[in-house]
């Protein structure tokens, strides 16, 4: 389908408390894909937003004061849309799910699943987590704890409404078996795998006003508010207008990639692909579960979270260092997929090795050379421009397509290295061919090695764009540049002698200046 957008979603924030790095990692991680594809030249639908329902923000509303719990909702929201501005998350649309064309399509899909039978009346017994806000069965339990978070279990018995999943497990796995591309990490396909080898039980979709009543009430009863993750995760076509603006829809679903962790992992690789299948909708074409964050601290290594009080505050990190620094760090430290361990030492590391040294190097040495060998012109060479160096030439011949490669599974880690052995193979060509040397002993070889470089630098700009939009359209314009490196097509990069001759440059300040550490 020619008018189908890419598109791209994150999980929607709980708002019981402010954006961590947890929170900056996926939206970094969407935003990279979303800016990527773009360059591609495709159209992209890139969401996120906010869950806004249920217990815990109920709770934490209460807890800070606040009667009304939308003014408090209001009050959070704002800090996460604060960080996505400073973090240069360049999504489409924000879904809140407070918002009117949300909660008027939740209840006319639960209509539709009631009338349809997929929701049934029952009375419910058992364990309840009431932190979680989930169920689990008398087998999932022991010592009345919660698996999840290891909170004391109620046993609860009431009437409920649930979701008749368990009917469609066969029908998943054999879904599964048939695309085993949909959930990423390989890894994380094999956990879901085995999660349903065991029967499935049926989604309890209610709570009873009486316990939970911030949420949606069911249209079919009005004692009964529907459960926060039935809903949240109907967020995914609720914002681009599932039975509502048939046109924009179609353009948009089927999702091409949903990120999440893999805490979340089972809502949405299990749950959510039965869900759209009763309501006849196209699954989505890759469900992709990174991994944790976790922060070392005395009594040991934990999952950074909001409820552990644990948690590093990315706009400290931005306000200290840079938003670059940040982005580039979250998605070259760690595989995308695996957990990480964050400390901010290792964070200063990464920033000096990788972009201050190699990155940042590169570029003020190139252009210092220009502004002094040739008064800040770059200077022409067509033998330049005629054949790329063969110290590049092979580099440079397959950098689209192993990057293409990388992305295709969301493997940052290899895409940036890929564009490093670019910088470093020119860190080495400045090292090797000496200019200074050049300058007096053969004027014409200086020429064609700074115009070499500065083709090479050219290439590393547009590749590193969607990780690092801020810094290279910096360097983009020092290097004379007048329009946007990110309204380049991504493909640019593996063509050859696309400097212009005698563009004016400027040295420009250090895109990343060193972090100097005090010594113990
Ligand atoms: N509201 C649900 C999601 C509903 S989606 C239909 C929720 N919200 S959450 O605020 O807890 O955020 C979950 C997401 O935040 C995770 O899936 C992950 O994307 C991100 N992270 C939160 N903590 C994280 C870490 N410590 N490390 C990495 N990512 C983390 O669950």
Redesign the pocket.
């Known amino acids: 389908m020619k008018n189908k957008k890419f598109c791209i979603t994150?999980?929607?924030?709980?708002i019981n408390g402010e954006p961590?790095i947890?929170?900056a990692?996926?939206n970094v991680a969407a935003d990279v894909l979303a800016r990527y594809m773009r360059m591609r030249g495709e159209s992209v639908y890139f969401l996120t937003g906010t869950?806004e329902h249920g217990q815990k923000i109920e709770k934490a509303a209460g807890e800070s004061g606040e009667d009304d719990v939308k003014v408090f909702c209001d009050s959070i929201v704002s800090k996460f849309i604060g960080l996505w501005d400073i973090l240069n998350i360049s999504y489409d649309d924000f879904i809140r799910t407070t918002e009117f064309r949300h909660e008027e399509t939740v209840k006319n899909i639960l209509s539709f699943l009631y009338k349809e039978g997929y929701i049934y009346e029952s009375n419910y017994e058992g364990w309840y987590c009431m932190p979680c806000e989930t169920f689990w069965i008398e087998s999932q339990v022991e010592n009345k704890i919660c698996p999840d978070c290891g909170r004391e279990l109620e046993f609860i018995t009431e009437k409920n409404y649930f979701l008749k999943v368990s009917e469609y497990r066969d029908w998943l796995r054999g879904y599964l078996e048939d695309n085993k591309d949909f959930i990423l990490p390989q890894s994380r396909f094999n956990e879901v795998i085995s999660f349903l080898e065991n029967p499935l039980t049926d989604l309890c979709i209610s709570r009873p006003k009486e316990r939970v009543s911030w949420g949606i009430t069911l249209p079919f009863d009005d004692d009964y508010i529907t459960y926060v993750?039935f809903e949240?995760?109907l967020?995914?076509i609720t914002a681009p207008g599932f039975l509502r603006e048939d046109d924009s829809f179609k353009s948009i679903w089927p999702a091409d990639v949903q990120?999440?962790?893999k805490?979340?992992l089972r809502?949405?690789a299990v749950y959510w692909p039965i869900m759209l299948h009763m309501l006849g909708l196209e699954l989505p074409a890759m469900v992709f579960s990174?991994?944790?964050?976790?922060i070392e601290r005395e009594e040991g290594i934990d999952?950074?979270?909001k409820s552990k009080g644990n948690v590093v505050d990315p706009r400290e990190l931005i306000d200290r260092y840079s938003t670059d620094a940040l982005r580039y760090f979250l998605l070259r430290e760690v595989p995308f997929g695996m957990d990480g361990n964050f400390s901010e030492s290792s964070f200063i590391k990464r920033v000096n090795s990788d972009l201050a040294n190699d990155f940042g190097n590169l570029v003020f040495r190139t252009l210092n050379m220009i502004v002094k060998y040739y008064d800040g012109i770059i200077p022409e060479s067509k033998k330049a421009v005629n054949s790329c160096d063969e110290f590049f030439s092979f580099k440079i011949a397959s950098i689209y397509e192993k990057i293409e490669e990388s992305m295709k599974v969301v493997n940052y880690h290899n895409v940036l290295e890929v564009i490093w052995e670019l910088i470093s193979a020119a860190n080495k060509y400045i090292e090797v061919k000496a200019p200074w040397k050049l300058k007096k002993e053969d004027p014409d070889e200086l020429a064609y090695v700074i115009y070499t470089l500065s083709d090479v630098i050219r290439i590393v700009l547009i590749a590193l764009t969607p990780f690092i939009p801020e810094s290279t359209q910096k360097a983009w314009s020092y290097f004379g540049y007048k329009d946007k490196v990110k309204e380049h097509d991504y493909s640019e990069i593996s063509s050859w002698g696309k400097v212009p001759f005698n563009q004016v440059v400027e040295k420009g300040e250090p895109l990343f200046p060193r972090i100097e550490v005090e010594d113990q």
Request: hydrophobic share 40%.
């Open positions: 994150t999980p929607i924030y709980y961590h947890g929170h990692y996926t869950d993750w949240a995760l967020n995914y990120f999440m962790a805490d979340i809502y949405h990174h991994g944790w964050w976790l999952k950074m979270s």
